[in-house]
């Protein structure tokens, strides 16, 4: 009689920020309270790049198992054969060399967005990912939610008919007095040397939901990368502080606009009173997400001749009752453990060619708005002992 234990995947969390907080307490949810049976998490290991003690205090604060190892440096980390992928949770300036120093030591990756800096940078990740034989996906933890799932599967069945325009936006209100906005020059969201600014950090969501309508949704022999216009205002530190993007693919007659701006905000109140983050138009109807672009818990259906009705649909986040944890990024490391488990090198729902074409947009609307990023974070050398890796300046 075969089996019916779930396949469990053991992590190891690069770095040990918000984001990593965030994801490792969702790893540690109950995979039932999501009604997941299939497959399960354990957290084997955590690395600072600079001290054991940080690391030791962040699996502390998460509640992972006191077994869990807690390492100064990523290349114990990576060096430990416990773990079986690695989650990189570091600023996007320093993924590529991150994400190199793990697939390089033969690990599975699953790399925070932005996955890189440059879409050269992103190809040679892939390349490498592929010579190793390990599985690699970037972490855009939107595309695995069940509302994202819901949303391709109307698109796709022709529920509104012929989509031919999305527009999306994320952008938070930041405004302050004097011209400035509500960060310290030094915080990663406007700091250069951390590849900071809107479209890197913000933006590739809005660009997600354009993506995950649009081009993913092509057959694979009729794929178009799109043309690309974009807009942007620079911030006083050289970052973009608010960016417009025209994407255009002319064989399927559609456009995508992708919005961001640490000026205004998508959502005015809270409350979602200015409308949805996210319209997906076709010739037939219109789906509406309401937002935050990264973690929507609602669409409306409308369509044409619908007499005015429309159809609202809640997707709520299960929490786990024990801790009261579930922020949504549990979907997403499913999504790994299966592919791993079915000896997947990628991930159907974000391939690496689509990160790719992702990382080539938003290159390009950084080109065009004149947004430059220095040479550490930008050059495509991978040096498994630089700073980027070490924590060492």
């Not at 080539?360 to 220095?374: D, F, I, S």
Request: negative net charge; contains cysteine.
């Amino acid at each position: 009689m075969a089996s019916t234990a779930p396949f469990t995947v053991k992590w190891g969390i690069m770095a040990t920020g918000w984001i990593a907080e965030m994801f490792t307490k969702d790893l540690l949810t109950n995979p039932v309270t999501r009604g997941v049976h299939d497959v399960r998490h354990q957290v084997v290991a955590a690395a600072s790049s600079t001290a054991k003690d940080r690391a030791a205090s962040f699996l502390e604060k998460v509640g992972a198992a006191s077994t869990t190892k807690a390492y100064g440096s990523y290349h114990e980390l990576v060096a430990d054969p416990d773990v079986d992928i690695v989650y990189v949770a570091t600023p996007h300036s320093h993924h590529f060399q991150n994400a190199m120093l793990a697939i390089s030591a033969g690990k599975n990756v699953l790399c925070e967005k932005a996955l890189t800096v440059t879409a050269a940078q992103a190809r040679q990740l892939v390349e490498t990912a592929r010579a190793k034989g390990v599985f690699f996906m970037e972490a855009v933890w939107t595309r695995y939610f069940p509302i994202s799932i819901k949303v391709r599967e109307l698109v796709s069945s022709g529920a509104i008919g012929n989509v031919y325009r999305v527009v999306a936006d994320l952008s938070v209100g930041r405004d302050a007095p004097e011209g400035k906005v509500d960060f310290d020059d030094s915080h990663r969201m406007i700091n250069v040397d951390l590849a900071g600014g809107a479209l890197l950090d913000l933006g590739i969501y809005s660009l997600t939901w354009v993506f995950q309508t649009l081009y993913h949704l092509q057959p694979e022999e009729d794929k178009e990368a799109p043309k690309v216009v974009a807009a942007i205002n620079k911030y006083h530190t050289g970052a973009d502080e608010t960016t417009s993007i025209i994407v255009q693919f002319p064989k399927h007659k559609s456009q995508g606009i992708a919005l961001t701006s640490l000026r205004v905000g998508t959502d005015v109140d809270g409350l979602n009173s200015g409308g949805p983050a996210i319209r997906i138009q076709g010739s037939s109807g219109e789906i509406q997400v309401m937002g935050p672009a990264y973690r929507p818990l609602q669409y409306k259906v409308i369509n044409k001749d619908g007499g005015g009705e429309i159809e609202v649909v809640d997707c709520p986040i299960p929490k786990d009752p024990e801790r009261n944890w579930g922020h949504g990024m549990f979907w997403e490391a499913d999504e790994c453990a299966r592919c791993l488990r079915d000896g997947k090198v990628e991930s159907e729902t974000l391939p690496w060619s689509e990160s790719i074409v992702i990382m080539e947009v938003m290159e390009e609307a950084l080109r065009q708005g004149g947004v430059t990023y220095p040479e550490l974070i930008t050059s495509d050398v991978y040096d498994a002992q630089g700073a980027l890796n070490t924590g060492k300046r």
